[in-house]
């Protein structure tokens, strides 16, 4: 049986603050920051798709590659009745565990969650033309809000969180969300993790410098976004794109910096503020693990690192791990 393109809305228990909260919190107290979710309006997912692209930024690539090597061998691992998938997206590395499941003969139900209807719904037409054997759900939701309404299946899970999102949380964040994740979890479940790893710091700051400047232009972007939805007067040219990686945090810190100073008015909070020259707004951390590092995370969390499977060069790794 078919499900029918109908999206299921899920209800969070986790108060997700809005823009106005978060630029409140963020923009008008020192350090200024802002969360990268407001990146992805259409320009900046688009720059996105095209980041992806570059010889500079490696992630997709790697991960595809471990995806492609290793789907049978986890398909097989794990066999399981469902897999459900965090911030599923496109669904597009998807198709490698599903395109696993068709040669080791296991047909697993696939719930799809994501804060995009737009995405669920194209997601399911493309995947319903290649596996007709699939039944699919589409879960529309933020996945900060907690994990408590989403529906269960018996029989094994296997839950992806793929791409390196992880590295996107601060350690305490990143634990919530995890704790979170083993609370909805249970014992015969597997979780399937992507994640960036530390490597030559010169692999990391070109990736997110690439020479096309596709970086510099989605975190610029970010100002656009703020203007738009805060009615805000920053002054797009007026920023520049900085991205560093800190040996000490192991993490890419993603800035933009005032190259003068500047009156910021934001009407939508009634507020405005004035910025500095070389003064700068936070946009993104992206942390970067080993493997003891991750494991180390996933322990905290509850979970047990069953197995671990990266690409030849070591540049990104997805843990395979059970709730302890």
């Not at 969650?113 to 737009?118: K, M």
């Not at 879960?139 to 408590?148: I, P, Q, R, S, V």
């Not at 390196?164 to 995890?178: E, F, H, M, P």
Request: charged fraction near 25%; aromatic fraction near 10%.
């Amino acid at each position: 049986m078919k499900h029918s393109n109908h999206l299921q809305e899920i209800k969070g228990d986790v108060h997700i603050r809005t823009i106005e909260e978060d630029a409140t919190l963020g923009l008008l107290s020192q350090p200024r920051s802002i969360p990268p979710k407001y990146f992805y309006n259409a320009t900046g997912s688009d720059l996105f798709e095209k980041i992806c692209k570059t010889k500079e930024y490696y992630p997709t690539r790697k991960e595809d590659e471990i995806l492609t090597q290793y789907s049978s061998s986890i398909i097989d691992q794990v066999r399981p009745v469902n897999i459900l998938e965090i911030g599923s997206g496109s669904s597009i590395k998807t198709e490698r565990l599903l395109h696993a499941c068709n040669t080791v003969d296991c047909f697993p139900t696939y719930s799809a969650f994501d804060i995009s209807g737009d995405a669920l719904l194209a997601a399911k037409t493309r995947l319903d033309k290649k596996f007709p054997w699939l039944e699919m759900s589409l879960l529309l939701g933020d996945y900060e809000a907690g994990f408590t309404h989403l529906p269960r299946v018996d029989g094994v899970s296997l839950v992806l969180f793929l791409g390196s999102t992880i590295g996107n949380l601060a350690r305490a964040s990143a634990l919530v969300q995890l704790r979170a994740l083993h609370g909805y979890m249970s014992s015969t479940d597997y979780l399937l993790l992507g994640y960036d790893r530390v490597k030559d710091e010169r692999v990391l700051n070109a990736a997110y410098n690439d020479q096309q400047g596709l970086t510099a232009a989605f975190n610029l972007n970010m100002l656009r976004v703020l203007n738009s939805r805060l009615k805000g007067n920053f002054v797009v040219d007026g920023f520049e794109h900085s991205a560093l990686y800190d040996t000490y945090k192991q993490q890419i810190v993603m800035r933009l910096v005032a190259k003068s100073n500047q009156k910021v008015k934001l009407e939508k909070l009634s507020a405005d503020f004035e910025m500095q020259v070389n003064e700068v707004i936070q946009t993104e951390i992206s942390r970067k693990f080993t493997i003891e590092t991750m494991g180390d995370l996933l322990s905290e969390a509850n979970f047990n690192v069953v197995q671990t499977f990266s690409s030849t060069d070591d540049y990104f790794s997805l843990a395979l791990a059970t709730c302890a």
